[in-house]
Nanobody, 131 residues
Framework: QFTLVESGGASVQPGESLTLSCVHS????????IGWFRQVPGRDREGVAC????????GYAEHMKGRFIISLDKDTDAVYLQIKDLKSDDTGMYYC????????????????????????WGQGTQVTVSS
């Protein structure tokens, strides 16, 4: 059974940076990937980044690369999402989730990874950006 625990969410001001952590256990790193998703009020859950656990190959949703950086630490079984230059639109719950056999293609309609391609999920961590 896989477990995913997110942490690192906080209340910050616009322009600041934040690094979220997803610690996983029981996930076969040889052929699984982990994605980071955000759910902002009024919008569907959006997959912003994904990383393969065996080699660190990463992918990003359209328009997300640059401000969002996904990385992993194999020694601690952690996947991180660094968010730079936070904006009020980034406010929401951030989740990590696993996907068998690597990262899927970006969903063309939305420009994000689709949440239906990932399971199971962590409980999420809240990010609030306001001045």
């Amino acid at each position: 059974q896989f477990t995913l625990v997110e942490s690192g969410g906080a209340s910050v001001q616009p322009g600041e940076s934040l690094t979220l952590s997803c610690v996983h256990s029981g996930v076969p790193v040889g052929y699984y990937a982990i994605g980071w998703f955000r759910q902002v009020p009024g919008r569907d859950r959006e997959g912003v980044a994904c990383i393969k656990l065996n080699n660190g190959d990463a992918g990003y949703a359209e328009h997300m690369k640059g401000r969002f950086i996904i990385s992993l630490d194999k020694d601690t079984d952690a996947v991180y999402l660094q968010i730079k230059d936070l904006k009020s639109d980034d406010t929401g719950m951030y989740y990590c989730a696993t996907r068998r056999f690597g990262c899927p293609p970006i969903y063309q309609t939305s420009g994000f990874y689709s949440p239906s391609d990932f399971r199971p999920w962590g409980q999420g961590t809240q990010v609030t950006v306001s001045s």
